[in-house]
């Protein structure tokens, strides 16, 4: 009886996990693609902060 007090939150943290990386994989492009946007090379090279004058 004690293996179902394992085995039952074991399964609901399982399912959990597969419907969370479910949800995330079919956002994936998107959420890399507003990465590269906002922190990319070019818009850091437009930032004064982040250039020196030699």
């Known amino acids: 009886m004690y293996w179902l007090l394992l ?3 074991g ?3 399982a399912l959990n ?3 969370e990386k ?3 994989g079919s ?3 998107e ?3 507003e ?3 906002s922190d990319g090379a070019a818009n850091k090279a437009q930032d004064p902060k982040h250039s020196k004058h030699f």
């Open 35 to 37: 990465l590269f946007t």
């Open 22 to 24: 479910k949800r995330k």
């Open 17 to 19: 996990v597969y419907f």
């Open 11 to 13: 399964g609901l943290i």
């Open 7 to 9: 085995v039952i939150p």
């Open 31 to 33: 959420q890399v693609q």
């Open 27 to 29: 956002n994936e492009k």
